[in-house]
């Protein structure tokens, strides 16, 4: 079973820029997570989705960031314009729905460095 | 609000030693909680959990109890090796209304293992 994969690794944008990142669950999971990591901060929580709703959209920092799951498959993460305190590691997780269970299953992540 | 505290680091062991890393949390409800690994260059990976009080989560040599009256859950592993070098985050969720919430996640603790 293919993990949560997150496209691009990296990505490297000057101030001003938009960037889109994009997160693939695991099959069949219902739930989707974005999280980010700035700079020796904690892991923040960015947004739920239940299949295509937001569920959750609380840890969004602003309005600059927009995020969408059409079809309840892949999301993406657009930041328009980018700042320079958008730079950090941007995570997506996603988990079942049902059974109780409550392990959320990570991606390796998105790197952004805004200049 | 839901909080997680740990130990900062870096930490510095030699091989075989006895490690530690304490993590505390508040939360209003019952949560679940978690310890999370990111080994170098990969994502977050779940390490353990539990669910309820005086739960006992292990693995990889690893253990950590939920203690509900100390509102703890440290990891404890009685060898490390050099293979455990990596960053350690302690998180707890909540449910809600059947959902379950985002993750709250400490800082993160790096521990370093030297041969």
């Known amino acids: 079973e293919a993990g949560v994969t997150q496209f691009p690794s990296h990505s490297v944008i000057e101030k001003g820029q938009t960037v889109t990142l994009r997160c693939d669950p695991i099959?069949?999971?219902?739930?989707l997570y974005w999280y980010r990591r700035v700079m020796g901060k904690e892991i923040k929580f960015l947004l739920h989705?239940?299949?295509?709703?937001?569920?959750?959209e609380s840890g969004m920092p602003n309005n600059r960031f927009l995020a969408e799951r059409t079809g309840g498959t892949y999301s993406t993460l657009k930041v328009q314009p980018a700042e320079l305190e958008d730079s950090g590691v941007y995570f997506c997780?996603?988990?079942?729905?049902?059974?109780?269970?409550?392990?959320?299953?990570f991606g390796p992540g998105t790197r952004l460095t805004v200049l | 609000g839901n909080s997680v505290t740990q130990m900062e680091g870096p930490v510095t062991l030699s091989e075989e030693a006895f490690l530690t890393i304490n993590c505390t949390y508040t939360?209003?409800?019952?949560?679940?909680l978690f310890w999370y690994v990111q080994y170098p260059g990969e994502g977050l990976q779940l390490l353990l959990k539990?669910?309820?009080?005086?739960d006992k989560g292990s693995n990889k040599g690893f253990e950590a109890t939920y203690r509900k009256e100390t509102t703890s859950f440290h990891l404890e592993k009685g060898s490390v090796q050099v293979s455990d070098s990596a960053v350690y985050f302690c998180?707890?969720?909540?449910?809600?209304?059947?959902?379950?919430?985002?993750?709250?996640f400490g800082k993160g603790t790096k521990l370093s293992v030297k041969p």
């Open positions: 099959s069949g999971h219902d739930n």
């Open positions: 998180a707890l969720s909540e449910w809600y209304g059947g959902s379950q919430g985002n993750l709250i």
């Open positions: 989705f239940v299949k295509e709703s937001k569920q959750d």
């Open positions: 539990a669910t309820k009080a005086d």
């Open positions: 997780a996603s988990s079942p729905t049902g059974g109780g269970t409550d392990t959320q299953y």
């Open positions: 939360a209003t409800g019952y949560p679940s």
